[in-house]
């Protein structure tokens, strides 16, 4: 098994995790692990508000453009690929984990074939005002069309003409392969992103102990608030099986 430590942040989609997280990891010198089920998918990058490659090379950013949009993906396989990626990373290196995959994280901390048991794994996860996240869904979702969202998924789709079930679930990509006008398409893409937000929190209420942090109305300022609990209760313990383990 691969064991290190982590300090890890998990949140509902475009909570603003990412932008603290990787303010942090610059501080620390960290690398980056995405627990983030759609960042696996390569060339699916600006509906999934994938970090930029600059910032994929500074944090050698893991978890991120590991299989095509034509390829099945599992909790199993994302991981393996972070028990990789993880064993690459030199041992005086600190790593952050952060993303929205609620079982990513419970897998990191309990493993998908072990019986789990109660209580369920305590780590940070960021809490937002409803309002205000519905807010910053909207205006992200603008910049996503914005950056050429409608492009993007038709070049992916000239390039893999059949993508898998789970790629082609992917809210910002579904809409477009369902066929309908862009005013339509950016009301359904709206309104998934919101309800994935929810399920993601209940995930997280249910499925985990929460150590919430609140969000605040800056990057720095939740890196702050981020960066008190981190000190408070981590790092945390991951174990990753090992290459030919299952």
Not at 44 to 69: C, Q
Not at 103 to 128: E, H, M, N
Request: proline content about 6%; charged content about 25%.
């Amino acid at each position: 098994m691969v064991r290190r430590e982590a300090y890890l942040l998990a949140g509902p989609t475009a909570s603003g995790k990412s932008a603290a997280a990787t303010l942090l990891a610059r501080r620390m010198g960290a690398a980056i692990l995405s627990a983030d089920s759609m960042l696996v998918y390569a060339g699916m990058d600006v509906g999934t508000a994938k970090p930029s490659r600059a910032e994929r090379v500074e944090f050698d950013m893991g978890g991120v453009d590991l299989v095509t949009p034509a390829d099945h993906f599992s909790s199993g396989a994302w991981l393996r690929a972070a028990a990789r990626w993880l064993a690459a990373v030199p041992v005086e290196r600190p790593v952050v984990v952060v993303g929205g995959t609620g079982l990513y994280f419970s897998a990191l901390l309990r493993g998908l074939d072990r019986k789990w048991t109660l209580p369920p794994p305590a780590y940070p996860v960021l809490q937002i005002d409803r309002a205000v996240l519905h807010a910053r869904i909207a205006v992200r979702l603008d910049e996503m069309f914005m950056q050429g969202l409608a492009t993007e998924v038709a070049d992916l789709r000239r390039k893999y003409p059949v993508w898998s079930d789970t790629a082609s679930a992917a809210i910002g990509y579904k809409e477009f392969i369902e066929g309908e006008d862009p005013v339509r398409i950016r009301e359904k893409i709206l309104v998934r992103t919101r309800q994935l937000a929810k399920r993601q929190d209940t995930w997280f209420r249910h499925q985990a102990t929460p150590l919430y942090v609140s969000a605040g109305a800056s990057a720095a300022e939740t890196a702050e608030n981020v960066w008190r609990t981190w000190r408070e209760h981590g790092p945390w313990q991951v174990c990753l099986p090992e290459e030919g383990e299952s």
